[in-house]
């Protein structure tokens, strides 16, 4: 008996952010894969794939938004089922990986939950996980399994090259992202600079902005981070760059989480504009926020996802900045 090797890809979207999955689905001219989903009176997730994935190579598309534990569980649950039905290789795509702000022990008696997760997906059955701007990138070393770091920079830089001109200095929120800003820095040839600020340990989402450390006087400031979620770190450090002597402020990140009061504090900030992107979907109380702008990654996560499938370098794909 002779044997053909005829590999398959399978799509399957979460329903955390099914517009990202679909954006995804067309670019690779592949349809989404049908899923029976429910949920019980209980609150207990039932999963059921309508169709063979025996001998599959399966992705999963699912954010870690909110509700999160909910997203979360349905993508291990989904991820299970996988396993369950012999798919060949499943992939688990997280825009956004949820838990990753835990990622070590700042006080006594504190969990790690990143590595948490990572035991989750590993004992669900994911081959392999792929997500884009990690909090941290040492969490790629909390799983056993190939763990595919994304960068949005790509798309951010190029609409901060085609939308912003003058001179430029980009500004990372804090000392940790400092690598983040001079790599942004070196695409648009502009200089770089951070904030110095005071976070509260026994407070989350608590931040004073204390001082800038660079040249923003008489510049366009631009503010990049991986995820801005309350907005109390991007706009207290607005209000510090403007009294430094910015010409202007914008803040660009990856994920947009916005939880309350982030849309209130954007309107009242002394930014010109909000750059995110899509790994998360944006919460109905900041659609109307003028000041905000969504760019699509679903081309960057294609793209990476058709290497997988081929067998070809993510690393090519963003000129080795993926780490």
């Known amino acids: 008996m002779e044997l053909q090797d005829k590999r398959r890809m399978i ?25 029976q989903r ?18 599959a190579d399966c992705f999963v598309i699912q954010s870690h938004s909110e509700p999160v534990n909910f997203h979360i569980m349905e993508q291990l649950i989904m991820i299970d089922a996988l396993k369950r039905a012999s798919a060949r290789r499943i992939t688990a795509v997280v825009p956004f990986f949820g838990y990753a702000r835990q990622d070590k022990k700042g006080m006594p008696r504190e969990p790690i939950t990143a590595r948490l997760m990572g035991d989750l ?15 941290t990138g040492q969490i790629q070393g909390f799983v056993s399994t190939p763990f595919d770091h994304l960068t949005g920079t790509p798309v951010l830089v190029d609409y901060l ?27 648009l040839d502009a200089d770089v600079a951070f904030v110095h600020k005071r976070r509260r340990a026994d407070v989350h989402n608590a931040v004073t902005a204390l001082e800038v450390i660079g040249e923003v006087d008489g510049r366009h400031a631009v503010i990049v981070d991986d995820m801005i979620d309350t907005a109390g770190t991007v706009c207290a450090a607005a209000e510090l760059l403007k009294q430094r002597g910015a010409i202007s402020v914008h803040a660009l990140a990856t994920h947009g989480i916005l939880s309350p009061p982030a849309v209130d504090r954007l309107k009242n900030a002394p930014i010109e504009e909000v750059v995110i992107t899509n ?15 969504v760019l699509s990654i679903a081309s960057v996560l294609a793209d990476t996802m058709q290497a997988i499938f081929t067998e070809s370098s993510v690393s090519a794909i963003f000129k080795g900045e993926n780490i």
């Open 11 to 35: 799509l399957f979207s979460g329903s955390a952010n099914p517009g990202l999955a679909e954006d995804i689905s067309e670019l690779l001219d592949l349809p989404l894969g049908g899923v």
């Open 38 to 55: 429910s949920v019980f009176a209980s609150g207990e997730i039932y999963i059921r794939y309508l169709e063979s994935v025996r001998g």
């Open 121 to 135: 997906f590993l004992s669900a059955g994911a081959d392999r996980i792929v997500s884009v701007d990690l909090h």
């Open 161 to 187: 090259a085609a939308s912003l001109t003058g001179p430029m200095t980009i500004v990372s929120p804090d000392s940790g992202r400092v690598k983040v800003a001079a790599r942004f820095a070196s695409h």
């Open 279 to 293: 790994t998360l979907p944006v919460p109905d109380d900041a659609r109307h926020l003028d000041k905000l702008r």
